[in-house]
């Protein structure tokens, strides 16, 4: 998502200095191929990363708030455009720098790990993973010397 989101932000910088029709167009192929591969990630990773018995209701959460920018895009597109072009593709970077920025933070990895069953499994997760990364960035031995809780997934 990260990768996919820094594209979205130089296709659309990119295209505030954009020269002709056929780089233009390249461009918006370019930005509807990177927003669905982003979108099917994003529903991939909600659906492993929340519990089971409240994976609907952040399925939904996170479809109305999709729903929520599809609504908005079309104001941008349309009325902020026909005022200023670099504007309203200025917005689009920002949004896309910041969905960048926070793909980077999601706290949780779900390669090879079990989804979790309960809110209190899915808080031990986040919690280690906070503090594994605490220990990281302050000191790579003080893992041995502390009594940090390790998340092994039984397989």
């Given amino acids: 998502m990260i990768v996919e989101s820094i594209i979205q932000a130089v296709c659309c910088g990119l295209m505030i200095f954009c020269l002709g029709r056929q780089s233009e167009n390249t461009l918006l192929f370019v930005l509807r191929a990177t927003t669905n591969g982003i979108l099917r990630v994003a529903y991939l990773y909600t659906g492993e990363v929340y519990p089971s018995n409240i994976k609907s209701t952040a399925l939904g959460f996170c479809s109305s708030v999709a729903r929520i920018g599809g609504m908005i895009t079309p104001y941008i597109a349309q009325v902020v455009t026909n ?12 949004a896309s720098l910041l969905l960048a920025l926070t793909a980077g933070l999601l706290p949780i990895d779900t390669n090879g790990v ?6 209190d499994e899915l808080h031990l997760r986040v919690q280690h993973k906070r503090k594994s990364f605490i220990i990281k960035a302050t000191d790579s031995t003080a893992l041995l010397s502390t009594n940090v809780p390790v998340y092994s997934p039984t397989v």
Avoid: N, R
């Avoid at 200023?84 to 200025?90: A, T």
């Fill in 83 to 94: 005022h200023s072009d670099k504007i309203g593709l200025g917005i689009y970077v920002f």
């Fill in 114 to 119: 079990p989804i979790p069953q309960s809110l």
